[in-house]
Structure formats: structure tokens, C-alpha cells
């Protein structure tokens, strides 16, 4: 708009005139026309300031009028005139949403109060925004601590919500960490150290409510335990941190129990067993038996090899059960265990790939202990050694992608770097802080401690990669660039080159020492992924898990004196219990055998086995086996072959009530031998000899026993055959006379009709008679018999025709051979006693009558 003003105003050129108009001349009308444009460029000017003192004001526009070292503050919307010559700002309101706030300072009275969102206002004339930000979303199980890192102060504000922080939580040396709650649950117990106290103290559902555990500014959580179950054939011993030990056994649990939740009354008690969570600093007592549960593969000889004991020292071994099973994906260049360090030689064996180390120690002493002072909940075997220790690990380092894995705490008093390089390169501890890092320009905070209380060991895993994934401690990614910790710098070659140290060294840097113990340093010349960081955070994990809960027993070797290994026991089988054997033996007539079998045995009384011997299954097998021995010696082999099972019977009974069972608290149940096994040549050829003699008659007797069942069954079968026959002839000859009695009565009754016809026929025509009816019907019998014969004569074409009563016929025979005739019967002296005819017709006549 001033523009077209401007544009619209005369020029000089528009007031000269060549004619000199009203006697003017040029020289004049420029002198005129100069005045002219100044008098409008005066009013031009004139009339922009007047322009420029109105303002016109938006909703959120805010002015603030400067008048002397007073200021006043016109807000929007409206419009007003400011005098060009006054001071003023625009600016705009403050509008914050819901997940926002704003520090608000009052640069008049230097005082600070936070505005939290969602709002929308003009601020006061003497107020500015110091400091903005977005809300902390704070879930059901999470929380914030605030840490005041110069007076030691702390705030647990505990989620769900939209955190804020106060003015008082905002200050330059303040630490705010947003850490996730601890779940507590029925098999979930918690370790809490008060900071006051340093007193440690377990929180279970015993005493507070299931879900998120909260601590307080005044407590810390250790770690988290998980509850023991012992089952009723189980029993575990205990012992705490005053080497005080506790029989927890599932048949017969002590009346109280510290963390234990339920009622372990006998009445309570119908299934046995107990559950119960670890009290601090008390852990599993793992003691070392020798296992026989497997049938061994070696034979035992008759004597055992002695144990030689040297008098050099050996070479310490890490015997961590967890170290020992570790299997890695990639094989890291170095992995230094405390436990394989010896302190008489200086050789720190490197499980690694690469050499091992020697010479270490450039000033002070270092010992192997898992005692140090401060002690931590889990008490892992370290290298201990003090502020005046010098350990030189040397270029372990050596490329410029790498990897290192430690387990380091603090012991005492001076605390500033533990793993350190040159240049401020420090790992874990630095300067005086647990749980962070100084990798050249990659860093973490260092306001504060990240692992508390700062005696805790501190597992952590840091990488040449970007943040945050380049430091790992536990599941927390802390890693941070230089342009988070330090803004507005860049990055140099000096600070990259520096990121990785030349050299290691424990106590390197007299500006940085400390006392300390190491117990683990794993490097990989490579920079692992992020899976493969998480598999080395959880072998970590997993060691201060398996010293935070079990002891291992003392004077306990990896094998037994048979040379069997040893397995880990921590709940002790109240349970009949198999071992088994094999060794040699010779009898009473010096033979040698090899025997096989298994015992049998139980713990009745833990506390007593424990309290008088390390191994109980090695003394029950090395028992046993003097037992078998000795009664083996006391047979011939040729009495021992059919009597084995006899002489394992007697030997148990002569040694099952031993004090050497008693006073150990076990009990011999049985002894077994499977099988036994000569060794000489001679008695092997003599027995295999047997063997095949027995076999021989056997299949004899096999064969005699066949062919006689054979014969059996034949001769059975013939017996059946014939008793079917005779009971066919039984059953034949019955069927034939009952068919006789229906035949003769049949014939008999029609007879009989006949008879009583004829003599009814008789007295009807010879009333009278005096002869008898009967000899009547004898007489007409007769002739009915004589008047048949005569028929069978004449029809049967005869050639002779004899009588008795008509032919006188004398034979006339050899001398000497003259028959003997019978004698004259009655019957035969009767003329009609013999009829000519067949006989079959006469006594068929004869059974007629």
C-alpha cells in the first residue's frame, strides 16, 4: 500500500517547466520542486508511522508492550495502536496438548511451575516457556524413580498414568529411569535391600497382595526368587549365610518355615510334601554323588587304582556347572572364567579361541574367592583384588568390530572403573557408577547408578555398534551417542579411533582404581547381533541365577575312586534307590569272574547321611561290593554255579544290619546279580564244554520226550478206537435182543391166540374127553411137524433117505479106531424121539411147540 502511495506521488520532474512560467526560472523551479518532494516525502513518512502503530491481533497472539522496566502483556484477538517508538514482542500463546508440558519461567521473580496439557493460554508478561516436553506413559506395571544425584533423594512414581515431572525433577543433575515392576505371584517371591539398613528381605504373597511389586526411594530389588517345591519322597538341605544348615524334608517339613505360605501341619499335610521361597542369602546346599543309575560299561578290577596324590599344586578349574555346559554359536577369541585362574603361576587359562594369559598381575595380589566383602546374593567364585591391584589384560580388543561380555562388581570403598582403557574407555563401573559405559563418544548416563546397590554384580554387554543396542545390561538397551549426551558437537576420527581401547587393564589409570572382583570377561572380535548379544545376556543371567541359589558341597570331587562320574544331587530321594555293579571276582578255587548286578538301597535319615559322609552312593556301592566280594571268596566255582542265587541271599542277610548302614542313615534293601561272567581261557573252554553236553542230553530228552508223546497219542487213539467198537458190539448185540423180545412176543402172542383157538375148538366138539386138551394139541403139533418133513423130503430132491426106526446099519471101521458111541438116553431109545428130516425142521417144530 506505501508503495502505491509512493507511486503516486508528483516527481520532480512533473513541477520544471522550460518557459519559466510566472518568471521563475529553471534553476528555481528545481529548488521549489526539491521542496516539494522533501515536504511529501516528510508526509509519506509521516503517514507510515501512523500506519505502523496499529496492530491487529490474532486469538493466539500475545503482545507484550516494553515501557521502561515495566512490560505489559495484550492478548488476542483485537486490534490497538502501539507508538512506532515503543518496544514491543509479538509471540504466541501456549497450547499444549494432552501428552505435553511445559516448564513456565517468571524471568521478574526467577520462580518455575510446570503447565501440564491439554490447555491453551497467554502466558504473563514476564513469563517464558524454559523447558517443554512429552508426557512419560506409564503402564499398570510400570514406574518412574527420580534420583537427585546431588543430595541422594529419590521419587517411585508408580503408573498407570501420564507421568509430568516437577520443577524439582527437571535440574541438571536429576536421573529419571522408567523401570518395569516385578510380578509377584503365588511361585514368585522378591529380594528387597533397604539402603538404610543394608538388611535384606524377602516379599511373597505371604505377606503382600499378587501382581506389580513396587519398591520404595529406600528399597531396592535384589532379585526375584523362584518357590521351591519338595516333593513328599524329596528332602533338600539348606544353608544360610552363616554356614548354618536346614533339613527341608518333604515327609516330615519343619513346623515354620520362612518363606513358606502354607500350613505344614501334620493335619495339613494329608499329600506331603513342602513349597517354599529361599530366604536372602540362604541357598541349595548341591552335593556330588557318584552315579551308578546307568549299567556301567567298564569292568571294576579287583583292586582299585589308588588315588596319587602330587605335591605340586594343580591348575585351578572353573568347575561352574553352567560355565561347563555352555555351548557357544560363535566361538568368542577370549573367555576368561575366575575359576580357571591360578594364583601360584600366574596362567589364566582362555577358554577361547585365542592364548592364554599369563603375567597379569603388574602390581598388588589378586585372589580366588567367592567370599569377598560386601557380599551380593549371588556369590559367584571372582578374582578379587584391591584399589592397589594392577592387572594388564593386554590388546584383547583387536578389531575394530567387536564385543565384550563381563560380570564385575564393586568390593569396597574405592569405586571408579574396573574393565578400562585408555582415554576414559571404560566397561560396567565408571566413576563410581554400576551398570554404565564409556566407549569413546558412545556412552550411557553417568549421572546415576543403573545397578543398585552398587556391590551387585553387574552383567553387561557392550558392542562397536549404534545406540542404544550397543549396551545391554540385563533386557535394558542404554546405549547413547555423543549427540545425545552432548548436543550441538560432532563426532571426530579422534573419538572414533578412541571407541575402541589399544590395551585392557584393571586399575590402569591411578585416577581411576578400584576395589574389585571380576568374575567372568567373554570378547569376540565381531560385532554380534542382537540375538546372538541376548544369548550371552542369558549365560550370564543364568551363572548369577545358579550362585544365587545353589552352594556347592565341599571336598567333593568330579569322580569316584571306581572312576565313575559324579552327578549333581540337590533333592535327595527318600525312595528305594538302583545302583549298579560290575567288577570282578574270584572264587574259593581262585576263578576269576566278572559280575553283574545291582543293589538296592534307601535313605532313611538325611540329616544323618549328610552329617557322616559326601558321597552315599559311592560308600553303598564300594560297600556292596566288599560284601559280594567276600562271598564270592568263600564258594568253590563249581558250587557257586548252582548256588549264586543262594550265596547273594546269605551275604545280604549276614550284612543287611550293619552299623555302617546305621550310622550313615541307610538301609541295604537287596542284592542282585544278573549274571557273572569267568575270565581264565581254560575255565571258559571247560564251561563251554558243559554247556554243550547239557545242550546235547537236553535235545535228547527234547527228542525221547516227542517221540513218546507220540507213541502216547497213537496208543490213545487205538484205546479210543477200540472202546467205540466195543461199545458199537454193546450197543449191536442190545438192539439185537430187544429186536428178539418184540419179535418172539409178537410171534408168541399170535401163537398163544392159536392155542387158546384149538382148545376152545375141542371142548366145544368133545365135551367130555378123557383125554387131556394139552396132549391133544402136542399130538396135532406132531403131525404138523412130521407132514413139513415130508414136504422138505420130497421138494428137496434127496439122494438118501435114513431112518433110525426103519435102518439097521452097522460101520465097519479100522481096528482100534472103533468110535466110542454114548450111551443110550432116554431119548434116543424113543422111535420118535429122532424124526428124519433136517434138524433145522424138527427144532424148528421144537421151538414152534
Not at 546397590?453 to 538397551?477: F, I, R
Given at each position: 500500500m506505501l508503495?502505491?502511495?509512493?507511486?503516486s506521488l508528483?516527481?520532480?520532474d512533473d513541477?520544471?517547466?522550460?518557459?519559466?512560467?510566472?518568471?521563475?526560472?529553471?534553476?528555481?523551479?528545481?529548488g521549489?520542486?526539491?521542496?516539494?518532494?522533501?515536504?511529501?516525502?516528510?508526509?509519506f513518512?509521516?503517514f507510515?508511522?501512523?500506519?505502523g502503530?496499529f496492530?491487529?491481533?490474532l486469538?493466539?497472539?500475545?503482545l507484550?508492550?516494553y515501557k521502561?522496566r515495566?512490560r505489559?502483556?495484550v492478548?488476542?484477538?483485537g486490534?490497538?495502536?502501539?507508538?512506532?517508538?515503543?518496544?514491543?514482542?509479538?509471540?504466541?500463546?501456549?497450547?499444549?496438548?494432552a501428552?505435553?508440558?511445559a516448564?513456565?519461567?517468571?524471568?521478574k521473580?526467577?520462580?518455575?511451575y510446570?503447565k501440564?496439557?491439554?490447555i491453551?493460554?497467554?502466558?504473563g508478561p514476564w513469563?517464558?516457556?524454559?523447558r517443554?516436553?512429552?508426557?512419560t506413559?506409564?503402564?499398570y506395571?510400570?514406574?518412574v524413580r527420580?534420583?537427585?544425584?546431588?543430595?541422594?533423594?529419590?521419587k517411585?512414581i508408580?503408573?498407570?498414568?501420564?507421568?509430568?515431572?516437577?520443577?524439582?525433577?527437571q535440574?541438571p543433575?536429576?536421573?529419571?529411569?522408567?523401570?518395569k515392576?516385578?510380578?509377584?505371584?503365588?511361585e514368585?517371591?522378591i529380594?528387597?535391600r533397604?539402603?538404610?539398613?543394608?538388611?535384606m528381605?524377602l516379599?511373597?504373597?505371604?505377606?503382600?497382595?499378587p501382581?506389580?511389586?513396587?519398591p520404595?526411594?529406600t528399597?531396592d530389588?535384589?532379585?526375584?526368587?523362584?518357590?521351591?517345591?519338595?516333593?513328599?519322597?524329596?528332602?533338600v538341605?539348606?544353608?544360610?549365610i552363616?554356614?548354618k544348615?536346614?533339613?527341608?524334608?518333604?515327609?516330615n517339613?519343619p513346623?515354620?518355615i520362612?518363606?513358606n505360605?502354607d500350613?505344614?501341619?501334620?493335619?495339613?499335610?494329608?499329600?506331603?510334601?513342602v513349597?517354599?521361597?529361599?530366604p536372602p542369602?540362604?541357598?541349595?546346599?548341591?552335593?556330588?554323588w557318584?552315579?551308578?543309575?546307568?549299567?556301567?560299561?567298564n569292568?571294576v578290577g579287583?583292586?582299585?587304582?589308588p588315588?596319587?596324590?602330587?605335591?605340586?599344586?594343580?591348575?585351578?578349574s572353573?568347575?561352574?556347572?553352567?560355565?561347563l555346559?555352555?555351548?557357544?554359536?560363535?566361538k568368542p577369541?577370549?573367555?576368561?572364567v575366575?575359576?580357571?585362574?591360578d594364583?601360584?603361576?600366574?596362567?589364566?587359562?582362555n577358554?577361547?579361541t585365542?592364548?592364554?594369559?599369563?603375567?597379569?598381575?603388574r602390581?598388588?595380589?589378586?585372589?580366588?574367592?567367592a567370599t569377598?566383602?560386601?557380599?551380593?546374593t549371588a556369590?559367584?567364585m571372582?578374582l578379587?583384588?584391591?584399589?592397589s591391584?594392577?592387572?594388564e589384560?593386554?590388546?584383547?580388543?583387536?578389531?575394530?568390530?567387536?564385543?565384550?561380555?563381563s560380570?564385575?562388581r564393586?568390593?569396597?570403598?574405592?569405586?571408579?572403573?574396573?574393565?578400562?582403557?585408555?582415554?576414559?574407555?571404560?566397561?560396567?563401573h565408571?566413576a563410581?557408577?554400576?551398570?554404565?559405559a564409556?566407549?569413546?563418544?558412545?556412552r550411557?548416563?553417568m549421572?546415576?547408578d543403573i545397578?543398585?546397590?552398587?556391590?551387585?554384580?553387574v552383567p553387561?554387554c557392550?558392542?562397536?555398534?549404534?545406540?542404544?543396542?550397543?549396551?545391554?545390561?540385563?533386557?535394558?538397551?542404554l546405549?547413547k551417542?555423543?549427540?545425545?549426551s552432548?548436543?550441538?558437537t560432532?563426532?571426530?576420527?579422534?573419538d572414533?579411533?578412541?571407541?575402541?581401547?589399544n590395551t585392557?587393564y584393571v586399575?590402569?589409570?591411578?585416577r581411576?582404581?578400584?576395589?574389585?572382583?571380576?568374575?567372568?570377561i567373554?570378547?569376540?572380535?565381531?560385532?554380534?547381533?542382537?540375538?546372538?548379544v541376548a544369548?550371552?545376556?542369558?549365560?550370564?543371567?543364568?551363572?548369577?541365577?545358579?550362585?544365587s541359589?545353589?552352594?556347592?558341597?565341599?571336598?567333593s570331587?568330579?569322580f569316584s575312586?571306581?572312576?565313575?562320574?559324579?552327578?549333581?544331587?540337590?533333592?535327595?530321594d527318600?525312595?528305594t534307590?538302583?545302583?549298579?555293579f560290575k567288577?570282578q571276582?574270584?572264587?574259593g578255587?581262585?576263578?576269576r569272574?566278572?559280575?553283574e548286578g545291582?543293589v538296592?538301597w534307601?535313605?532313611?535319615?538325611?540329616?544323618?547321611?549328610l552329617a557322616t559322609?559326601a558321597?552315599?552312593?559311592?560308600d553303598?556301592?564300594?560297600?556292596?561290593?566288599?560284601?559280594?566280594?567276600?562271598?564270592?571268596?568263600?564258594?568253590?566255582?563249581?558250587d557257586f554255579?548252582?548256588?549264586?542265587?543262594?550265596?547273594?541271599?546269605?551275604?545280604?542277610?549276614?550284612?543287611?544290619?550293619?552299623?555302617f548302614?546305621t550310622?550313615?542313615g541307610?538301609r541295604?534293601?537287596?542284592l542282585e546279580?544278573?549274571?557273572?561272567?569267568?575270565?581264565d581261557?581254560?575255565?571258559?573252554a571247560d564251561l563251554?564244554?558243559?554247556?554243550a553236553?547239557k545242550?546235547?542230553?537236553?535235545?535228547?530228552?527234547t527228542?525221547?520226550?516227542?517221540d513218546?508223546e507220540?507213541?502216547?497219542?497213537a496208543?490213545d487213539?487205538?484205546?479210543a478206537?477200540e472202546?467205540?467198537?466195543?461199545?458199537?458190539?454193546e450197543v449191536?448185540?442190545?438192539n439185537d435182543?430187544?429186536e428178539?423180545?418184540t419179535?418172539g412176543?409178537?410171534e408168541?402172542?399170535?401163537?398163544?391166540q392159536g392155542?387158546a383157538?384149538f382148545l376152545?375148538?375141542?371142548a366145544?366138539?368133545?365135551?367130555g374127553s378123557?383125554?387131556?386138551?394139552?396132549?391133544?394139541y402136542?399130538?396135532?403139533?406132531?403131525?404138523?411137524?412130521?407132514?413139513k418133513?415130508?414136504?422138505?423130503?420130497?421138494?428137496?430132491?434127496?439122494?438118501?433117505?435114513i431112518?433110525?426106526n426103519?435102518?439097521?446099519?452097522?460101520?465097519l471101521?479100522?481096528?482100534?479106531?472103533a468110535?466110542a458111541?454114548?450111551?443110550?438116553?432116554?431119548?434116543?431109545?424113543?422111535?420118535?424121539?429122532?424124526?428124519?428130516?433136517?434138524?433145522s425142521?424138527v427144532?424148528?417144530?421144537?421151538?414152534?411147540l
Amino acid at each position: 500500500m506505501l508503495w502505491s502511495i509512493w507511486r503516486s506521488l508528483p516527481r520532480l520532474d512533473d513541477y520544471i517547466d522550460e518557459d519559466e512560467p510566472f518568471g521563475f526560472s529553471e534553476s528555481m523551479q528545481i529548488g521549489f520542486a526539491g521542496c516539494c518532494c522533501c515536504f511529501n516525502l516528510a508526509s509519506f513518512i509521516a503517514f507510515a508511522i501512523v500506519i505502523g502503530g496499529f496492530r491487529n491481533l490474532l486469538p493466539e497472539d500475545q503482545l507484550i508492550v516494553y515501557k521502561g522496566r515495566e512490560r505489559t502483556a495484550v492478548n488476542g484477538p483485537g486490534s490497538l495502536y502501539v507508538s512506532v517508538t515503543t518496544k514491543t514482542t509479538m509471540r504466541k500463546a501456549l497450547k499444549l496438548d494432552a501428552t505435553e508440558w511445559a516448564t513456565i519461567r517468571d524471568t521478574k521473580t526467577n520462580q518455575y511451575y510446570v503447565k501440564s496439557g491439554p490447555i491453551f493460554e497467554h502466558l504473563g508478561p514476564w513469563e517464558d516457556v524454559f523447558r517443554n516436553g512429552s508426557k512419560t506413559r506409564l503402564a499398570y506395571d510400570e514406574f518412574v524413580r527420580i534420583i537427585d544425584v546431588f543430595t541422594g533423594v529419590e521419587k517411585i512414581i508408580r503408573g498407570p498414568q501420564l507421568f509430568t515431572p516437577n520443577v524439582s525433577d527437571q535440574g541438571p543433575r536429576t536421573h529419571i529411569v522408567v523401570e518395569k515392576a516385578l510380578m509377584l505371584t503365588k511361585e514368585v517371591g522378591i529380594i528387597v535391600r533397604d539402603r538404610s539398613t543394608a538388611e535384606m528381605t524377602l516379599t511373597s504373597t505371604c505377606s503382600e497382595t499378587p501382581g506389580p511389586f513396587f519398591p520404595t526411594p529406600t528399597r531396592d530389588i535384589v532379585e526375584t526368587r523362584k518357590r521351591l517345591h519338595v516333593a513328599p519322597h524329596e528332602a533338600v538341605l539348606v544353608q544360610d549365610i552363616d554356614g548354618k544348615t536346614k533339613m527341608m524334608n518333604g515327609a516330615n517339613p519343619p513346623a515354620t518355615i520362612e518363606g513358606n505360605c502354607d500350613n505344614t501341619s501334620a493335619a495339613n499335610q494329608d499329600a506331603g510334601g513342602v513349597a517354599f521361597f529361599l530366604p536372602p542369602l540362604s541357598r541349595v546346599v548341591r552335593m556330588k554323588w557318584s552315579d551308578y543309575s546307568k549299567p556301567p560299561e567298564n569292568v571294576v578290577g579287583l583292586t582299585t587304582t589308588p588315588v596319587v596324590t602330587s605335591t605340586t599344586r594343580r591348575r585351578r578349574s572353573s568347575r561352574s556347572r553352567v560355565v561347563l555346559a555352555q555351548e557357544w554359536d560363535i566361538k568368542p577369541k577370549t573367555w576368561l572364567v575366575a575359576g580357571d585362574y591360578d594364583t601360584t603361576t600366574g596362567l589364566w587359562v582362555n577358554r577361547g579361541t585365542g592364548a592364554n594369559l599369563t603375567n597379569i598381575v603388574r602390581a598388588g595380589s589378586v585372589t580366588v574367592s567367592a567370599t569377598a566383602a560386601n557380599a551380593p546374593t549371588a556369590q559367584l567364585m571372582a578374582l578379587v583384588g584391591a584399589a592397589s591391584t594392577k592387572l594388564e589384560l593386554g590388546n584383547l580388543i583387536s578389531s575394530s568390530k567387536w564385543t565384550i561380555c563381563s560380570l564385575t562388581r564393586y568390593t569396597g570403598g574405592a569405586k571408579r572403573s574396573i574393565i578400562a582403557g585408555p582415554y576414559g574407555w571404560a566397561h560396567g563401573h565408571y566413576a563410581g557408577f554400576a551398570g554404565v559405559a564409556r566407549y569413546g563418544y558412545n556412552r550411557t548416563d553417568m549421572i546415576a547408578d543403573i545397578v543398585r546397590p552398587d556391590t551387585e554384580w553387574v552383567p553387561m554387554c557392550g558392542t562397536s555398534g549404534s545406540a542404544p543396542e550397543n549396551v545391554v545390561l540385563y533386557d535394558e538397551k542404554l546405549g547413547k551417542d555423543r549427540g545425545e549426551s552432548f548436543p550441538n558437537t560432532t563426532v571426530t576420527e579422534t573419538d572414533i579411533a578412541r571407541s575402541r581401547p589399544n590395551t585392557v587393564y584393571v586399575n590402569g589409570d591411578p585416577r581411576h582404581v578400584s576395589d574389585f572382583a571380576i568374575a567372568e570377561i567373554i570378547v569376540w572380535n565381531e560385532q554380534l547381533k542382537s540375538d546372538e548379544v541376548a544369548e550371552a545376556m542369558d549365560y550370564l543371567r543364568a551363572r548369577l541365577l545358579d550362585a544365587s541359589t545353589y552352594i556347592d558341597q565341599a571336598g567333593s570331587d568330579e569322580f569316584s575312586l571306581s572312576g565313575v562320574e559324579k552327578k549333581d544331587v540337590t533333592n535327595i530321594d527318600l525312595r528305594t534307590q538302583k545302583s549298579f555293579f560290575k567288577f570282578q571276582a574270584r572264587t574259593g578255587d581262585n576263578v576269576r569272574m566278572v559280575l553283574e548286578g545291582s543293589v538296592f538301597w534307601q535313605v532313611e535319615d538325611p540329616a544323618k547321611t549328610l552329617a557322616t559322609t559326601a558321597d552315599p552312593e559311592g560308600d553303598v556301592w564300594s560297600k556292596a561290593r566288599s560284601i559280594i566280594l567276600e562271598a564270592v571268596s568263600s564258594v568253590a566255582f563249581k558250587d557257586f554255579l548252582s548256588t549264586s542265587s543262594d550265596v547273594m541271599v546269605q551275604a545280604f542277610e549276614n550284612n543287611r544290619n550293619l552299623t555302617f548302614w546305621t550310622e550313615r542313615g541307610l538301609r541295604l534293601v537287596s542284592l542282585e546279580l544278573a549274571q557273572f561272567d569267568p575270565t581264565d581261557a581254560k575255565t571258559i573252554a571247560d564251561l563251554r564244554s558243559i554247556i554243550a553236553q547239557k545242550v546235547a542230553r537236553i535235545v535228547k530228552l527234547t527228542k525221547q520226550t516227542s517221540d513218546s508223546e507220540v507213541r502216547k497219542i497213537a496208543i490213545d487213539a487205538d484205546i479210543a478206537l477200540e472202546s467205540n467198537r466195543t461199545a458199537l458190539i454193546e450197543v449191536k448185540a442190545e438192539n439185537d435182543r430187544l429186536e428178539a423180545e418184540t419179535r418172539g412176543a409178537t410171534e408168541g402172542g399170535r401163537k398163544a391166540q392159536g392155542v387158546a383157538a384149538f382148545l376152545t375148538g375141542l371142548a366145544t366138539l368133545f365135551p367130555g374127553s378123557p383125554v387131556p386138551p394139552v396132549e391133544l394139541y402136542e399130538h396135532y403139533i406132531i403131525l404138523r411137524s412130521l407132514e413139513k418133513q415130508a414136504k422138505t423130503l420130497f421138494n428137496g430132491r434127496p439122494n438118501i433117505f435114513i431112518t433110525s426106526n426103519v435102518t439097521n446099519i452097522s460101520l465097519l471101521l479100522p481096528a482100534g479106531e472103533a468110535p466110542a458111541l454114548p450111551p443110550p438116553s432116554a431119548a434116543s431109545a424113543t422111535p420118535q424121539s429122532r424124526m428124519l428130516g433136517p434138524p433145522s425142521a424138527v427144532e424148528g417144530e421144537e421151538e414152534e411147540l
